[in-house]
């Protein structure tokens, strides 16, 4: 530990403050044989990575909108139930001191709320969600933020978050996922690419060495509850040493943290795995000049939300990979050419948004991406917003599905955090902790509830959780139509299905990975729905397309038959699953009403294939728990 954790210090040191080379895997572009080489189907993973949405936030009253105002939507016949604030009654009996009220397209716009570590554990109260006002609740905010008592607990509908409604009606949708840990943005994106927090030291931004050195007491938010080597774990936001835009890009002194152990990213270098760090704004404003102690800059990067307000793109603080040396890209170094993206090279792994849209462009998709919107379409709320985080999403995933990738790419849409927006469900922490630290709140760190769940992995403390829950979203030509899954999965899940698709490995050091579910509940391999559906920027369904998938199958394997009408809500294996039990009409369509807006046409015939999944390196074959589900064994 000591050995590794000196190297860091030494990559902190030359690469971020001196102004060195890029790391040392960053080579010549290669072939990445391991790409194709999956247990599933899918050849393609992109991970859209968005900011502080809860469940209820988003989901509260699906399917049901109130089309009074904005995008109009209706849903699908047989859309199976979700576990909601309308399914739960909860929207009109609220335990909470403001029962959750309707936000309207024109209120997009709101006060941040509060999404530390401990308050989210205490506004949940050990499952009874009844004390959100009074732990998460911002209701009043500068800027010409939309505020009101109670606005922790509002949420909204399939008028303004019309696009995720929808492709949830066509796709597949998690109502039971959960950030891996309580905290904020830094910690969920770790918990994203490592299923880790723990680990984190604390170097300063100007000599790069450990801050203080060689002490238990290093920056209090940078460290939590260090050891006598000044290791402790990540729960707030500190930004990553080995980014030249930290700290506003070096405009300020705060400490910055530097991660040990390994990610995802490391995981698939290791196998040859393409893959890549997706960003708005990474691209700098004022490029790094190659000398010795000089940065690159990104505060030049801004863009202004609907309500007027700008914001600079690039956050460091979302941005994972720059945490740990062997994956980090510090100058911001642009990709030397589109063929490399993906692959080593000068940016290592880390790239600029418009770097995904020119690979995508040109057929150069890295088997795992991962994208993350500028701070102004990101979602957060206080400086963006659903309305411009729905622009961001169906002009990727739009652009997703229009290319030669799509036939083999499953698309995950997933939260950091829940903001604090209030979610009646909750998850009985798998890992405990037992910091009874006071806090700025006057409360102990970690909640009674996290102090009384089980020990803590790998002794390490304030990694309590699962945390908050948010929405989950798996929109592929292999994904199960108009589902619910309620598969418990979490940040940590992301990172399993990768780790299992192309057989890494796992990450190991009391990583989540090894607990966490994946996410395959969310797929029917056997029984590909062959869609293409691309929205409108309302958020409204444009068309609906066929497309051409093929699964060589392992061994021969038999057609399914098309179920009867009016089973699309059948629950089986841990998922409500609607869609396939549509008898085709005459002209071949299916006759399944689907929430379509803006002139789109009717879903036409799936097709049916058969294909297996291996898992682990054995083979588990997918046959119907009914005739026509849908839903894998």
């Given at each position: 530990?000591?050995?590794?954790?000196?190297?860091?210090?030494?990559?902190?040191?030359?690469?971020?403050l001196l102004g060195g080379a890029a790391p040392a895997n960053a080579a010549a572009p290669d072939h990445h044989s391991g790409d194709a080489n999956t247990?599933?189907?899918?050849?393609?993973?992109?991970?859209?990575?968005?900011?502080?949405?809860?469940?209820?936030?988003?989901?509260?009253?699906?399917?049901?909108?109130?089309?009074?105002?904005?995008?109009?939507?209706?849903?699908?016949?047989?859309?199976?139930?979700?576990?909601?604030?309308?399914?739960?009654?909860?929207?009109?009996?609220?335990?909470?001191?403001?029962?959750?009220?309707?936000?309207?397209?024109?209120?997009?716009?709101?006060?941040?709320?509060?999404?530390?570590?401990?308050?989210?554990?205490?506004?949940?109260?050990?499952?009874?969600?009844?004390?959100?006002?009074?732990?998460?609740?911002?209701?009043?905010?500068?800027?010409?933020?939309?505020?009101?008592?109670?606005?922790?607990?509002?949420?909204?509908?399939?008028?303004?978050?019309?696009?995720?409604?929808?492709?949830?009606?066509?796709?597949?949708?998690?109502?039971?996922?959960?950030?891996?840990?309580?905290?904020?943005?830094?910690?969920?994106?770790?918990?994203?690419?490592?299923?880790?927090?723990?680990?984190?030291?604390?170097?300063?931004?100007?000599?790069?060495?450990?801050?203080?050195?060689?002490?238990?007491?290093?920056?209090?938010?940078?460290?939590?509850?260090?050891?006598?080597?000044?290791?402790?774990?990540?729960?707030?936001?500190?930004?990553?040493?080995?980014?030249?835009?930290?700290?506003?890009?070096?405009?300020?002194?705060?400490?910055?943290?530097?991660?040990?152990?390994?990610?995802?990213?490391?995981?698939?270098?290791?196998?040859?795995?393409?893959?890549?760090?997706?960003?708005?704004?990474?691209?700098?404003?004022?490029?790094?000049?190659?000398?010795?102690?000089?940065?690159?800059?990104?505060?030049?990067?801004?863009?202004?939300?609907?309500?007027?307000?700008?914001?600079?793109?690039?956050?460091?603080?979302?941005?994972?990979?720059?945490?740990?040396?062997?994956?980090?890209?510090?100058?911001?170094?642009?990709?030397?050419?589109?063929?490399?993206?993906?692959?080593?090279?000068?940016?290592?792994?880390?790239?600029?948004?418009?770097?995904?849209?020119?690979?995508?462009?040109?057929?150069?998709?890295?088997?795992?991406?991962?994208?993350?919107?500028?701070?102004?379409?990101?979602?957060?709320?206080?400086?963006?917003?659903?309305?411009?985080?729905?622009?961001?999403?169906?002009?990727?995933?739009?652009?997703?599905?229009?290319?030669?990738?799509?036939?083999?790419?499953?698309?995950?849409?997933?939260?950091?955090?829940?903001?604090?927006?209030?979610?009646?469900?909750?998850?009985?922490?798998?890992?405990?902790?037992?910091?009874?630290?006071?806090?700025?709140?006057?409360?102990?760190?970690?909640?009674p509830a996290c102090q009384a769940g089980p020990k803590s992995a790998g002794g390490y403390a304030d990694r309590c959780g699962p945390g908050t829950r948010q929405p989950l979203l798996v929109i592929s030509p292999y994904s199960k139509v108009n589902s619910v899954d309620h598969?418990?999965?979490?940040?940590?899940?992301?990172?399993?299905?990768?780790?299992?698709?192309?057989?890494?490995?796992?990450?190991?050091?009391?990583?989540?990975?090894?607990?966490?579910?994946?996410?395959?509940?969310?797929?029917?391999?056997?029984?590909?729905?062959?869609?293409?559906?691309?929205?409108?920027?309302?958020?409204?369904?444009?068309?609906?397309?066929?497309?051409?998938?093929?699964?060589?199958?392992?061994?021969?394997?038999?057609?399914?038959?098309?179920?009867?009408?009016?089973?699309?809500?059948?629950?089986?294996?841990?998922?409500?699953?609607?869609?396939?039990?549509?008898?085709?009409?005459?002209?071949?369509?299916?006759?399944?009403?689907?929430?379509?807006?803006?002139?789109?046409?009717?879903?036409?015939?799936?097709?049916?294939?058969?294909?297996?999944?291996?898992?682990?390196?054995?083979?588990?074959?997918?046959?119907?728990?009914?005739?026509?589900?849908?839903?894998?064994?």
């Open positions: 530990m000591r050995t590794a954790r000196w190297g860091a210090f030494a990559g902190a040191a030359a690469l971020v247990t599933t189907p899918i050849k393609h993973v992109v991970v859209i990575f968005d900011e502080n949405v809860s469940f209820d936030h988003y989901f509260g009253s699906y399917p049901v909108a109130a089309n009074t105002d904005g995008t109009k939507f209706t849903a699908a016949r047989q859309t199976p139930k979700a576990d909601n604030l309308l399914n739960t009654g909860l929207l009109k009996k609220n335990p909470n001191q403001y029962a959750p009220k309707r936000l309207g397209p024109d209120k997009a716009v709101t006060c941040d709320q509060n999404h530390s570590y401990g308050p989210e554990q205490y506004a949940a109260n050990g499952g009874k969600a009844d004390q959100y006002v009074q732990n998460t609740e911002t209701s009043t905010c500068s800027g010409g933020l939309f505020g009101e008592p109670g606005l922790v607990t509002d949420y909204y509908d399939g008028n303004t978050v019309t696009g995720l409604w929808n492709y949830a009606q066509h796709y597949s949708l998690g109502d039971n996922s959960y950030s891996s840990t309580y905290g904020p943005s830094t910690p969920g994106a770790l918990n994203l690419v490592s299923g880790q927090t723990h680990g984190v030291i604390s170097v300063d931004p100007k000599t790069g060495t450990e801050n203080p050195k060689q002490t238990a007491t290093p920056d209090a938010y940078t460290v939590v509850s260090p050891n006598a080597k000044g290791v402790g774990t990540v729960i707030n936001d500190p930004d990553p040493a080995f980014d030249d835009c930290a700290d506003s890009s070096h405009t300020s002194a705060n400490a910055l943290a530097v991660m040990q152990g390994k990610n995802i990213g490391d995981l698939l270098n290791s196998k040859n795995v393409s893959w890549g760090w997706f960003q708005g704004g990474f691209r700098p404003s004022t490029a790094w000049d190659g000398k010795s102690g000089d940065y690159a800059n990104c505060q030049g990067n801004t863009h202004t939300n609907i309500g007027g307000a700008a914001s600079v793109d690039y956050s460091a603080h979302h941005s994972p990979f720059e945490y740990y040396k062997s994956t980090s890209n510090p100058h911001h170094l642009p990709p030397k050419n589109t063929a490399e993206i993906g692959h080593n090279g000068q940016a290592n792994h880390n790239y600029d948004l418009t770097d995904f849209d020119s690979a995508l462009k040109a057929g150069n998709l890295p088997a795992v991406s991962f994208l993350k919107a500028a701070e102004y379409q990101d979602g957060h709320a206080g400086y963006s917003d659903p309305t411009d985080e729905q622009n961001f999403l169906v002009k990727e995933i739009n652009a997703v599905q229009s290319s030669s990738s799509w036939k083999d790419t499953a698309v995950v849409v997933a939260y950091d955090d829940s903001d604090g927006w209030y979610d009646h469900a909750y998850a009985k922490p798998q890992n405990g902790s037992k910091d009874t630290t006071l806090a700025s709140n006057g409360k102990t760190t970690d909640s598969t418990r999965t979490e940040q940590a899940s992301i990172t399993k299905f990768i780790e299992d698709n192309w057989k890494t490995g796992g990450i190991g050091d009391a990583s989540f990975d090894s607990r966490a579910n994946s996410l395959t509940g969310a797929f029917d391999f056997r029984h590909p729905n062959n869609k293409q559906v691309l929205l409108n920027a309302d958020g409204s369904v444009k068309s609906v397309k066929q497309i051409s998938t093929q699964t060589p199958p392992s061994k021969p394997g038999k057609p399914g038959k098309p179920g009867k009408p009016g089973h699309g809500g059948s629950s089986s294996g841990g998922s409500s699953s609607g869609g396939h039990g549509n008898k085709p009409g005459p002209d071949g369509s299916t006759g399944e009403v689907l929430a379509e807006t803006g002139g789109s046409s009717p879903a036409l015939p799936l097709g049916i294939t058969a294909g297996v999944l291996v898992v682990g390196g054995g083979a588990l074959w997918y046959a119907r728990k009914r005739r026509g589900a849908g839903t894998a064994a």
